[in-house]
């Protein structure tokens, strides 16, 4: 019957029909059957490319598990080490203690007497105070003396042993002054004394005369630790138990000599006071002991 219709009837027609309908009948008789399944490979996927990324970026975003490199070796990190203190020799420091450490130069003594005497001083700040306070007012003159000389900036500290730094002491053995000249042997060196004056007392002309005194006991030696038991002791007495250990076959050292108790612990003194820092308040000290007078 519709084939008998005009085609004009029919355009209407479909034109009036619901489109799902239409849609319906005409997938039904076009419907293809099921093409038989094959076995394919799966399908390769491709990444796209990688986006380079900032370093705020990188930063930003943690890494994920799989990127984090597995941890093999433990590694302790250490401090680096400390760089070795050098010491400029070309331009003088503004501390005079330290212009006084860069002078060193006369060698260690090895003996229990020094540690004795290191205790000795530590235990008596009060005191060793004072005398570093009093020393402000000659050290920088003798620290000086003994630059132009080339001599150890160690004998800067001998006043501490000697006197105190106290220019006005005097001793039984009739020793005066900051270096404890007694009077021939200040005489022997230039050293006025009279009723009404006495140059062992000035800090000038007696520390000429000591330095002048310490070289030449340094060169008779050859040792400054010999040059010092003869400064307390006397030249001569030196010379004789040098003579007595030569004659016995023994050692002529200062360690090895037989001398008083007060010039055995002399040179251990010194030695305790130069180990020490005097840039600290434990730094110095003396012993106000006299030194025996010197034979001549």
């Known amino acids: 019957m519709i084939a008998r219709l005009p085609v004009c ?28 399944e094959t076995a ?23 890494p994920t598990p799989a ?3 597995a941890i093999t070796e433990v590694h302790e ?5 400390a760089l070795a203190r050098t010491i400029d020799l070309t331009s003088p420091p503004d501390n005079l203690w330290e212009r006084i450490r860069n002078g060193f130069g006369m060698p260690n003594l090895a003996s229990p007497l020094v540690l004795d005497r290191q205790i000795w001083y530590a235990s008596r700040p009060s005191m060793i105070k004072r005398i570093v306070e009093r020393s402000r007012l000659y050290l920088y003159h003798i620290v000086d003396e003994l630059e132009k000389r080339g001599m150890p900036t160690e004998i800067a500290l001998l006043p501490m042993v000697e006197s105190a730094f106290n220019p006005m002491a005097y001793s039984r053995a009739h020793a005066s002054g900051l270096w404890q000249f007694i009077p021939s042997t ?19 002309a007696s520390t000429t005369a000591a330095l002048d005194y310490l ?7 050859g040792d400054w630790h010999l040059a010092l038991a003869s400064y307390n002791w006397g030249e001569n007495a030196v010379a004789r138990a040098i003579e ?11 360690l090895s000599l037989a001398m008083p108790t007060e010039t055995r612990y002399y040179v ?10 005097p840039t600290r308040t434990r730094s110095a000290s003396t012993s106000t002991r006299s030194r025996t007078s010197r034979t001549s």
Request: one cysteine or more; aromatic letters at 6%.
């Open 215 to 221: 070289q030449f006991l340094y060169d008779m030696h």
């Open 186 to 204: 200040g005489k022997l060196y230039n050293l006025e004394q009279n009723w009404w004056y006495d140059e062992r007392r000035d800090i000038l």
């Open 244 to 254: 007595k250990n030569k004659a016995r076959g023994q050692p002529a050292d200062y």
């Open 9 to 36: 009837v029919l355009a209407g027609c479909l034109a009036l029909a619901p489109l799902s309908l239409l849609a319906q009948d005409s997938s039904e008789p076009d419907a293809l059957p099921p093409e038989p």
């Open 67 to 69: 990127e984090t490199p």
């Open 268 to 277: 251990p003194k010194l030695q305790a006071l130069r180990t020490s820092s």
């Open 77 to 81: 990190v250490r401090d680096p080490p």
């Open 40 to 62: 394919t490979e799966p399908p390769t996927t491709t990444r796209p490319p990688a986006v380079p990324q900032t370093s705020a970026e990188a930063q930003a975003e943690p």
